[in-house]
């Protein structure tokens, strides 16, 4: 069956530490991944998309990277700060789909400690 | 340019009412595309539109649920009859176009609550 699984529910770091984040996936060949930021109570805000072409994407204090061998994307956040605590999703546009319809993982709540 | 706006942002209805969620897109998309997250559950996509148009509706509910987007208007999704089941938070988002690398824009949501 088809599966995208963040591995951690939860994730605490100190701030100024690197936050690295996993999203797995089987059973997909993604044409594209998406991260998303969502506060509490909030919608998602989109923050990086990398292409299934494509190792890795930078943005600001932002790395992705897309394994498609491993069928894995790793989130990294560089020094980190309290406002990044907030919960991360992945989410993925299966290949062969033509339009935005969007499989999200279950996301993982990072909490930054000052 | 005001972003995706979802009216009301909470909506509380007795089991058996209907439950109408409201989506106006940011100006210039055409593409709806609605979204529901359950209690400890990830976001679950349900329907995408475009203008007066369903596209996808995989993952709605056979029974109860039905979505719109009017040429003129927001797009609507309603849910008849609620049960318990149905309390969670829908989530709708919108683009510019229908091609899957452009980044979605979401609304804050509205959170049904079925008493």
């Known amino acids: 069956s088809q599966k995208i699984e963040q591995n951690s529910e939860a994730l605490n770091i100190q701030e100024g530490k690197t936050a690295t984040l996993t999203c797995n996936y089987t059973?997909?060949?993604?044409?594209?991944l998406q991260w998303y930021r969502q506060d509490p109570g909030r919608g998602p805000v989109f923050l990086l998309l990398?292409?299934?072409?494509?190792k890795e994407k930078r943005k600001e204090r932002l790395k992705v990277t897309f394994d498609t061998t491993l069928k894995q994307s790793l989130f990294h956040i560089t020094a980190s700060q309290p406002a990044d605590s907030a919960t991360y999703l992945c989410?993925?546009?299966?290949?062969?789909?033509?339009?935005?319809?969007?499989?999200f993982g279950q996301g993982t709540i990072l909490t930054v400690h000052p | 340019n005001a972003g995706v706006m979802q009216n009301p942002r909470h909506l509380v209805r007795r089991r058996g009412q209907e439950a109408r969620l409201r989506c106006s897109p940011m100006?210039?998309?055409?593409?709806v595309y609605w979204y529901r997250q359950l209690p400890e559950e990830g976001l679950k996509f349900m329907v995408y539109?475009?203008?007066?148009?369903?596209?996808?509706e995989s993952g709605m509910p056979k029974e109860r649920f039905s979505a719109e987007f009017p040429k003129e208007g927001p797009s609507i999704l309603r849910i008849q009859q609620v049960v318990r089941g149905d309390s969670a938070a829908y989530f709708c988002?919108?683009?510019?176009?229908?091609?899957?690398?452009?980044?979605?824009?979401f609304g804050q949501g509205t959170r049904l609550t079925v008493v």
């Open positions: 988002a919108s683009s510019p176009t229908s091609r899957g690398e452009t980044e979605a824009f």
């Open positions: 100006k210039g998309h055409s593409h």
């Open positions: 989410a993925l546009v299966p290949g062969g789909t033509s339009y935005g319809k969007l499989t």
């Open positions: 059973n997909y060949s993604p044409a594209y």
């Open positions: 539109l475009q203008k007066e148009n369903i596209i996808d």
């Open positions: 990398i292409r299934e072409n494509e």
